[in-house]
């Protein structure tokens, strides 16, 4: 039995992997069905996912393209209308909180390029706004303190000038680092949840769209454990909290009725100072330009860089 | 079996370490309903009295949860498990493995120890029949060599008990 040469040194997310392996275990073959062959399937993947970085270096577009050059042709045109705007992507693990941490590295990358101490002071009050949002709904505070701490100091890192300073290459190694990316995807969960509850009549409609859950499980089984897949929910809730625009841009087969192969993005947009909630949905705030752009295909989000 | 599982787990990592020490001091501040931390020098592993509900089947019985924490408590669940003799539950074996969602799958940072107590209490209160899970033999022949629960591959088709 492989588990027991392995005990001792396997991961959690190894372990996570292993327990599906066990299905081939069970010494009653009769039992064995679909539901096991698909969680195989799913270890497999899980293993996959683990050979790619949390996030991975920046590539040229083209890599892209390799990656579909046997495949659908709307893909790879897709693709040409892409590169005519974009220059790069850079991949991140396909582990569930691949929106999360693609929003993190892009964000901590662009405070680190832009130098921009106007942003950081906004988004630190927006936090801190987050945290007491959070206590008002009852959380203890040692519950998430420790994950706020964190990316508040990664954020001041980021910042030159001080004896914490790092620099791009430390940054991509912090993103690589499980003991600081988990915690900080962490701290955005809690961001996110904290949102979504708060504004619960918002969200409510949206999330029974997606599940039959209230907002009180949705929260609880798809937005606080780690590797829950993130949906327009967790963008639109982790955008307004943080008051940081976010363009989606879209690759996937869908082609359109003329014939004229486009790529649609969407942007979310923050809610803005103290509108009310609904204001989103009449008018609107002023368009932003977003500074963080993902790109997503069904199922996973990378960051796209502008040319 | 349960001490071969936790002299092979690492020990609690710094901020595991400060974590569990808040969590400690707010449990003394205020316990869950119905529990009874049993203090020890051991940071790492809790054993915790839970006393059944009044009006529950299981009113007037008192169990014994263990809880031991792995190395990067929080991000990973600690290990929970009923000391024996485990309740009679349609959830809960008779090795003390417990059968419910958010100690394995459905874990998060945001969970505390008081808020599992809090589980583990309501999936007891709501059971309206005292028997063990109907793969239960097969199951505990399977975890003789000591396999924590966290290892199984959990099933969890029923959330009304």
């Known amino acids: ?307 | 079996m349960t001490s071969s599982s936790a002299a092979s787990r690492k020990a609690l990592s710094k901020i595991a370490c400060n974590r569990l020490q808040k969590e400690l001091v707010e449990w003394q501040v205020s316990p869950p309903a119905g529990f009874k931390h049993k203090p020890t020098d051991n940071l790492q592993r809790w054993v915790i009295e839970v006393n059944g509900a009044p009006g529950t089947l299981y009113a007037n019985e008192t169990y014994q949860l263990q809880v031991d924490f792995p190395e990067h408590y929080p991000m990973e669940a600690p290990q929970v498990i009923f000391l024996h003799p485990a309740p009679l539950h349609p959830h809960i074996y008779s090795n003390g493995h417990i059968c419910l969602d958010i100690l394995y799958d459905s874990w998060s940072p945001a969970m505390t120890v008081s808020s599992i107590c809090i589980s583990i209490l309501s999936m007891l209160s709501s059971s309206t029949v005292k028997q063990r899970p109907e793969d239960n033999d097969r199951y505990v022949k399977n975890c003789r060599n000591g396999r924590s629960p966290k290892e199984t591959r959990w099933w969890f088709h029923d959330d009304k008990v």
């Open chain 1, 1 to 307: 039995m492989e588990m027991q040469k392995q005990e001792g040194l396997l991961t959690d997310a190894e372990m996570e992997s292993m327990t599906s392996v066990q299905a081939s275990e069970v010494d009653d073959w009769a039992n064995f069905k679909d539901n096991d062959i698909m969680q195989q399937q799913s270890a497999i993947l899980a293993e996959e996912a683990e050979k790619i970085p949390f996030v991975g270096d920046k590539e040229p577009l083209s890599s892209l393209e390799a990656e579909y050059q046997s495949g659908s042709i709307i893909l790879l045109e897709k693709i040409k209308v892409l590169s005519e705007q974009y220059a790069s992507i850079r991949r991140t693990r396909g582990d569930g909180n691949c929106f999360f941490r693609s929003f993190m590295f892009a964000y901590l990358e662009h405070i680190l390029n832009s130098q921009d101490r106007a942003e950081v002071d906004r988004i630190t009050a927006n936090v801190e706004e987050c945290r007491k949002t959070l206590q008002s709904l009852g959380y203890a505070d040692f519950t998430f303190e420790d994950f706020f701490a964190l990316f508040l100091e990664q954020l001041e890192s980021v910042l030159q000038g001080s004896e914490a300073s790092i620099s791009h290459d430390e940054l991509v190694q912090r993103s690589r680092d499980q003991s600081v990316s988990d915690y900080v995807v962490m701290f955005f969960r809690f961001v996110t949840s904290g949102e979504i509850r708060k504004r619960s009549e918002f969200f409510e409609p949206f999330i029974l769209g997606l599940t039959n859950a209230t907002v009180e499980q949705f929260c609880k089984s798809s937005v606080e454990p780690m590797g829950e897949e993130s949906d327009h929910v967790h963008i639109t809730a982790l955008s307004d909290a943080l008051g940081v625009p976010i363009r989606v841009v879209y690759l996937d087969r869908s082609s359109c009725d003329n014939g004229v192969v486009s790529v649609n993005h969407h942007d979310f947009t923050p809610l803005t100072g103290d509108l009310p909630a609904d204001a989103a949905t009449v008018g609107g705030p002023e368009p932003i330009n977003p500074f963080i752009t993902l790109l997503y295909r069904p199922g996973h989000y990378d960051i796209l860089y502008l040319k």
